[in-house]
């Protein structure tokens, strides 16, 4: 990533089936594939876990795509903040309307972590995945997002370095 490495770590993946979602758990959570995980979570919006990691995860799938803000500029690696204010709502919904079955409602719910989730490339042995950022034209950006899934089957992500887990109540990351 340059400025945008990414780097991962190492952690224990897999059981057998997938799990529904457990938002009152608070963390990100899946086990089975990988790709599954992602679908039955909790919705992050400007009104619903709006100043948590989650919101944070979703501003780095926003910057590794180089979505466009809406002053016509795409997403910097430091205007991640985990808050999902207008600008995240606005650029929420040009990155939904890429996407024909997407409402682009400007929240992020099962569908659009669905979608999210199938552009990730797993490595279910390790329980490490990594998002490769697109343009909406389907070009590769280089900008790439780490993440790690644990034995528990929790959810982390690397921004800028730091590994936190994905809280749907708490914004932990050093840039939040």
């Known amino acids: 990533m340059g400025a945008a490495a990414v780097a991962f770590g190492v952690g224990l993946a897999v059981a057998v089936a997938p799990a529904a979602a457990n938002e009152a758990a608070g963390v990100v959570h899946g086990k089975g594939l990988g790709r599954d995980d992602w679908n039955d979570e909790g919705i992050v919006s400007a009104s619903s876990h ?4 989650l919101a944070g995860m979703w501003q780095a799938i926003l910057w590794a795509d180089k979505s466009l803000r809406s002053d016509g500029k795409p ?12 600008e995240t709502t606005y ?3 040009r990155w939904q309307n890429r996407y024909d079955h997407l409402e682009a409602d400007g929240a992020v719910g099962n569908n659009t972590f669905f979608t999210a989730g199938w552009k990730m490339n797993f490595q279910e042995d390790r329980g490490t995945a990594e998002y490769q950022g697109k343009t909406a034209a389907g070009e590769y950006t280089g900008r790439n997002i780490g993440f790690v899934r644990n034995s528990a089957g929790e959810w982390a992500m690397y921004l800028n370095g730091d590994l936190k887990k994905i809280w749907y109540n708490a914004a932990t990351f050093n840039q939040c």
Do not use: A, H, V
């Open 50 to 53: 709006s100043y948590s990691n």
């Open 91 to 93: 650029s929420t919904k």
């Open 75 to 86: 997403w910097e690696i430091s205007d991640i903040d985990c808050r999902f204010g207008p």
